[in-house]
């Protein structure tokens, strides 16, 4: 038997990492394989004209014979094992491409089961008629409701199917586990594996200095209001601003989305003052000068920009949404976890950081010592384990 492996990467999109979540995930993980001695390829439908040195070799699905291509690429590669990252619609075609080749096949579930669901939204669809108008986008808001139901229906066929021919689903935490398994029909948890996402190991390296940290609060999110309700940290930032800039703090936002047209609107129909909507870029000169992290989602699969902020010494401050962020953050020692829906506790929360920098310097210590719960070789062992246990 081999003791080392051939890993193959699905990603709906190419894996790169300023694009979203998923894809940074991807590339972690794949990097953790590569330095356990497993070789790492890449596979995926839209391509994004770049190209990481992680992985051997990648291919772009193109045209409609998907299941040719991937067949032509394992064979080609000699794949042991097929990673599909969240896409459980996928799993059949690279199930039909491994007919009579001894290949395992891993689904990974990067959200809040059933996250999915909330795809088709009547609120992004709005967002997105205001930002960019067009009669598509107008036929779309009037069809939503059979949009949706379509959508819903999609889903619940795909994770059923992928969940039976995929030889495992990995889930990020255990307490999605129960949900997960009502959803797709199963109370035989045996297919399930818990593996949680690790620090990312291109973080540059960092020496938490309290004397340079700023007074800076700091989010580092895709802006889409469905899922990351950044209106609502820009709701208490409207709240606590004029204090806020008396006290010499201000408010970075990093990252891209539908929903920024939006939050400019709102930034100057309030004329908010020392904040700033950054873009779409590596996070990690913020990092190092930020004190507070704030996160307002509705739903996190895991939250890995928590995992980063504690990293880099940053205060995490994030309302208790999803079964992971108890993982994530040690509630009161590393971070706050805050009851959804109150914002009055959000805002007090913050404001007790922003008046405290002896807490900000305990809790971020405590923040730098529970993030190596999460660190590569922890992590690297468990997808070890996985692939040797299963190929077995």
Not at 145 to 159: A, D, E, G, N
Not at 324 to 337: C, N, R
Request: proline share 3%; with cysteine; aromatic share 12%.
């Amino acid at each position: 038997m081999k003791d080392k492996y051939n890993i193959l990467f699905y990603t709906t999109s190419q894996p790169i990492p300023t694009v979203g979540g998923v894809e940074r995930a991807t590339i972690t993980t794949a990097s953790l394989l590569k330095s356990s001695g497993h070789k790492v390829f890449s596979i995926f439908k839209g391509p994004r004209n770049s190209k990481n040195t992680v992985f051997e070799d990648e291919c772009s699905l193109q045209g409609s014979n998907l299941v040719g291509q991937i067949k032509c690429f394992l064979k080609d590669k000699e794949i042991d094992v097929i990673i599909i990252q969240t896409a459980f619609s996928m799993v059949k075609a690279f199930r039909k491409a491994t007919e009579g080749y001894p290949c395992k096949i891993f689904i990974v579930y990067h959200f809040e089961p059933i996250w999915d669901k909330q795809f088709v939204d009547f609120g992004r669809f709005y967002s997105v008629y205001q930002s960019h108008g067009s009669i598509k986008n107008l036929l779309r808001l009037i069809g939503f409701p059979i949009l949706k139901i379509r959508h819903l229906i999609i889903c619940y066929k795909s994770f059923r199917q992928g969940y039976r021919l995929s030889d495992r689903t990995v889930l990020l935490s255990n307490g999605y586990a129960s949900s997960f398994l009502k959803y797709v029909g199963d109370n035989n948890d045996k297919k399930i594996a818990v593996i949680p996402n690790a620090i990312p190991n291109n973080i540059p390296d960092y020496e938490y200095q309290p004397s340079k940290k700023e007074k800076m609060l700091l989010i580092v999110a895709r802006l889409d209001e469905v899922q990351k309700r950044i209106g609502l940290a820009l709701e208490m930032w409207k709240d606590i601003n004029p204090l806020a800039v008396e006290l010499g703090w201000s408010l970075m936002i990093v990252g891209d989305g539908e929903a920024r047209l939006k939050y400019e609107n709102y930034i100057r129909k309030y004329q908010l003052k020392n904040v700033s909507l950054e873009g779409r870029q590596e996070p990690w000169d913020y990092y190092k000068r930020a004190s507070v992290f704030l996160m307002t989602s509705r739903s996190e699969g895991w939250g890995i920009t928590l995992l980063e902020a504690q990293k880099f010494g940053v205060v995490p401050v994030c309302y208790n949404t999803f079964a992971a962020a108890t993982d994530v953050i040690d509630d009161k020692v590393s971070g706050f976890l805050i009851t959804e829906g109150d914002k009055q506790q959000y805002k007090d929360t913050v404001l007790s950081l922003m008046h405290d920098a002896e807490m900000r310097e305990r809790m971020a210590l405590a923040g730098i010592e529970h993030v190596k719960l999460f660190s590569s070789k922890v992590v690297a062992k468990m997808w070890d384990d996985l692939c040797y246990s299963v190929i077995d």
